[in-house]
């Protein structure tokens, strides 16, 4: 038994997996509904072992934000077999790390450690996806690391602070406007018993997703995955994700954040755009791809040549959009000005460069390069089994299926000119749109940042 | 159950051991590198580093190599800055090149297919960029930037005001960005001198891992760097150590104060480094279960995290710490790893602690190696600190060795309570 223990801890990084041409990725289901992803990797003997559950910030009751998030925290606090904080020594003492995070459709719990130490990774997160134990004490305690969390990544940040309030604005109905970490006075007032029916009613089976990535086998997994959850009883707390939809955006909004700690004063435009939904990731292909082309470089995108090369009014410029979420998603976009250039002028500047890219569409030559690299990205993507663990079960997390998630690079290529500018005549609406500018106070006026503000993280880790 | 299980298989868990092969690999041209071959994916991940870094500049002309680094991809042989992005791309290649206190990296990943045009592109970008004034001036601004960001950024502020502390007249006592006005300064001139000072031949490190062979690897060395020139410029002295204990409070607006602490610590080759390594981990590691995490944070909620660390820069050894807390506890924060430090040199650790914090340190070594990319950044790292090539085989056997014997050693040696310096930056209560 050591030596098999030892032999498999040696990295035969040189040995021989035939090169597959994509990843092998099989899926199963338990019973109880639990949905089990494996993707093999043989190159090193190490696994990942995510959970994803089924909700997510944007599925708290109104009034309790960050309980999600709270209660991501709160799991690693101990069962009847676990003692208390003693879940992360465990796996620590096995070589192992392990974390979570919290975003507003899901809530991940993930480890990595030695493939021979599966059984037992899987045997705790089994345990605690039914067998919780809280005190008073854990919870109070907890409250206070959180509150320091939010001090740390959001209050201390003026520009986090800009964009949580720029979300706040964004979202006219749809519970994506409430960080993920919580507002303050809500995380302040947050307790055990929100916690514990929060937790009984979603952490079940049937509202997960298993994946386990690297030197495995699917019948390894399969064995092991009916062994330590296969017993979970389903809940029946679980009913479909409907939010609070967006209503028709008529009024663009606008909003200023002044804050004695900012520095390099910008202007963050953020439209309301659509996400990737299930069968039809059409439009989200095609504004990823409008991303890339509109600030996704800093020496060729249409921003950065109009902004910073052709003219000086910039430092910076970038474009953001993410369409992995159930409902509506935000296309972003940033520009810093150059030393002496107001930002009311960077903004009618930007407006005038999007106008233009309106009117002349892209450079051809500028999407296939994108094409390029969405095919080289395949590959690059393999080398990190990590990373498609994630993206299998962010995906699944947030309905897609297995296809779309398989077939997601495969629309990447396959946008086309046509497509971009009908996804930016469509989503470029300042209707639909918050425009924040991230100011230093005038001077002689006092200082308008509330530090009791709060701010909005994508994703919190615990 | 659990912890039955978690007991027999902490019994299997010694004789850990990683061993990749590593190939030691010389062009004809005399320039070596460290080589892990995969050909499992089609592309390569390279790393090479330059001794020296921003530590080579003199100080009316700090911030400059970290300048002409930032403009190397702005446009190389016939090619300007737009020309130069498109060639990278059109090859779906990646370049990073980053200048540090001890060196200036260059981090690439190219595909098998066209990997003799990506490693041109790259040479180019290396032995003839360009330069010009538009990107240079273009570049400075985007510097200049960062630099006024950083004056309202406290983690920036914290650990400036400690450099500035201890090392005095050595580079390492300012930023290697450089100042306003120096970089204000900076001429093409400056920045054509500091790429001949900095990219030598000299002085480079170079790893590969992926789909490429020893012999395909030596070639593209010499293409690579062949050209650079021979030496570069003489690399600075150690610096000195002029930080006395205390706290250093740095007024900053903000409901949260920001703590960066430390005192000297051991070099990487001292017959001790071992047991400090470990006795770190139990102490400051970032483990949840490390000591301060466990009486700051999850005891007592004053942080969201808190780590120390071992560094080891080419001319100076450290022991340091971060971590921030609200401004009404950082005093409290401050007092517990206070205690913490004197603890652990009176009373120890635990054989227990010792021995959990063994098998986390051999058992998550071989998870590093998890991938073309961390495989070549180790490697090149092992060169720069002088580890031998069979160092990946050895090196969990010394995490083993160490004793409570050596911890107890170690503690009193290292852990000084009387050295440790705090720089706060925000508006801490009662301090």
Same mark, same amino acid.
């Given at each position: ?201 979603? !952490? ?7 994946? @386990?990535? $690297?030197?495995?086998? =699917?019948? %390894?997994?399969?064995? *092991? &995955? /009916?062994?330590? !959850? ?7 707390? @679980?009913? $479909?994700?409907?939010? =609070?939809? %967006?209503?028709?955006? *008529? &009024? /663009? ?210 | ?431």
């Amino acid at each position: 038994m050591p030596a098999r223990c030892g032999a498999s801890l040696v990295l035969a990084l040189a040995l021989t997996v035939p090169a597959a041409a994509e990843e092998p990725v099989s899926t199963f289901a338990l019973d109880n509904g639990l949905n089990v992803v494996v993707i093999e990797d043989h190159r090193a003997p190490v696994v990942v072992q995510m959970i994803w559950y089924r909700v997510g910030a944007a599925d708290e009751p109104a009034g309790d934000s960050g309980i999600a998030h709270f209660l991501e925290h709160l799991m690693f606090k101990g069962t009847e077999k676990v003692g208390p904080n003693q879940f992360s020594g465990i796996v620590e003492a096995q070589g192992g790390d392990d974390n979570a995070f919290t975003s507003w459709d899901y809530t991940a719990y993930f480890q990595r450690i030695a493939a021979d130490r599966l059984d037992l990774v899987m045997e705790m997160e089994a345990d605690r996806m039914r067998n919780l134990r809280l005190t008073e004490e854990d919870v109070a305690t907890e409250r206070q690391v959180i509150l320091e969390e939010r001090a740390q990544r959001t209050d201390s940040e003026p520009g986090s602070l800009l964009m949580e309030q720029m979300r706040a604005a964004q979202f006219l109905n749809h519970p994506y406007g409430v960080p993920v970490i919580g507002w303050r006075h809500e995380i302040e007032a947050l307790n055990r018993d929100d916690a514990l029916s929060y937790y009984e009613r979603f !952490y079940a089976p049937n509202n997960a997703t298993l994946v @386990i990535a $690297g030197d495995v086998t =699917p019948d %390894e997994v399969r064995a *092991l &995955a /009916e062994k330590h !959850y296969g017993a979970i009883k389903p809940s029946d707390g @679980i009913v $479909g994700r409907k939010r =609070p939809q %967006e209503p028709p955006q *008529l &009024a /663009e909004r606008r909003l200023s954040l002044a804050d004695e700690r900012v520095s390099e004063p910008y202007v963050y435009r953020s439209y309301l755009a659509p996400e990737r939904d299930p069968g039809n990731q059409r439009d989200a292909a095609a504004l990823t791809v409008l991303a890339e082309l509109l600030g996704g470089n800093g020496q060729t995108s249409v921003l950065a040549r109009a902004l910073q090369f052709d003219t000086q009014t910039a430092v910076y410029t970038a474009a953001f959009y993410d369409g992995t979420s159930i409902d509506d998603a935000t296309f972003g976009l940033v520009v810093m000005p150059a030393p002496g250039v107001a930002l009311d002028k960077a903004e009618a500047e930007l407006d005038r460069v999007l106008a233009d890219f309106l009117e002349k569409g892209p450079d051809p030559a500028a999407l296939e390069r994108i094409r390029t690299q969405v095919r080289a990205g395949e590959i690059y993507a393999r080398d990190s089994v990590e990373t498609l663990a994630r993206r299998y079960g962010e995906g699944l997390s947030i309905g897609l299926t297995l296809t779309d998630i398989e077939g997601w690079d495969e629309a990447l290529a396959a946008v086309t000119e046509d497509d971009v500018m009908a996804a930016a005549r469509k989503v470029l609406d300042r209707k639909a749109a918050v425009t924040g500018w991230l100011t230093q106070p005038e001077p002689g006026v006092e200082d308008s940042a509330d530090m009791d503000a709060s701010v909005a993280t994508e994703e919190a880790q615990q | 159950m659990i912890r039955a299980v978690f007991a027999a298989v902490l019994a299997l868990a010694l004789p850990v051991h990683a061993e990749i092969p590593i190939k030691e690999v010389t062009s004809p041209g005399g320039i070596t590198a460290w080589l892990v071959e995969d050909h499992n994916i089609p592309f390569t991940a390279l790393e090479i580093q330059f001794r020296g870094g921003t530590s080579l500049e003199a100080p009316e002309k700090r911030g400059v190599i970290n300048l002409m680094t930032a403009t190397l991809e702005e446009g190389a042989g016939e090619m300007d800055s737009r020309g130069f992005a498109e060639a990278r791309d059109a090859l779906a290649a990646s370049f990073s090149f980053d200048a540090g206190s001890d060196s200036v990296g260059v981090s690439a990943k190219f595909l098998t297919e066209n990997r003799d045009q990506a490693i041109d592109l790259l040479r180019q970008a290396l032995v003839s960029p360009r330069f010009d004034q538009d990107a240079v001036d273009r570049v400075r601004e985007q510097v200049l930037s960062n630099l006024r960001s950083n004056e309202k950024d406290p983690g920036t502020l914290a650990s400036e005001r400690f450099d500035r502390l201890a090392f005095g007249d050595h580079p390492y006592a300012s930023s290697g960005d450089g100042t306003i006005e120096t970089v204000s300064a900076l001429t093409r001139d400056d920045v054509v001198a500091a790429h001949d000072a900095a990219l030598a031949r000299d002085r480079v490190f170079v790893a590969a891992a992926g789909d490429i062979t020893a012999e395909e690897l030596g070639l593209l060395l010499d293409r690579l760097l062949g050209d650079l020139p021979a030496t570069g410029a003489p690399q600075p002295g150690d610096a000195p150590w002029l930080l006395p204990a205390g706290v250093t409070v740095v007024d900053f607006p903000s409901p949260q104060s920001t703590v960066f602490f430390g005192q000297l610590g051991i070099p990487r080759d001292d017959p001790d480094f071992f047991p400090a390594f470990v006795l770190n981990e139990v102490i400051g590691g970032g483990r949840f279960t490390a000591r301060l995490m466990s009486e700051v944070r999850e005891k007592r909620g004053l942080t969201y995290g808190i780590g120390t660390y071992i560094v080891n820069m080419d001319h100076a050894d450290m022991l340091l710490g971060q971590f921030s807390a609200s401004n009404d506890k950082v005093a409290e924060a401050i007092k517990v790893v206070q205690e913490e430090w004197g603890r652990v040199v009176s009373e120890g650790v635990t054989p227990e602690e010792l021995e959990a914090t063994k098998t986390y340190l051999t058992g998550s070594y071989p998870l590093r190696f998890d991938g073309n990319g961390p495989i070549a950044s180790i490697l090149v790292g092992m060169q720069m600190d002088g580890m031998p090539i069979d160092y990946v085989t050895t090196r969990n056997a010394k995490i083993e060795a160490v004793t409570m014997e050596d911890i107890k050693r170690v503690a009193a040696r290292i852990f000084k309570r009387e050295a440790l310096h705090f720089v706060v930056v925000g508006q801490p209560e009662g301090m």
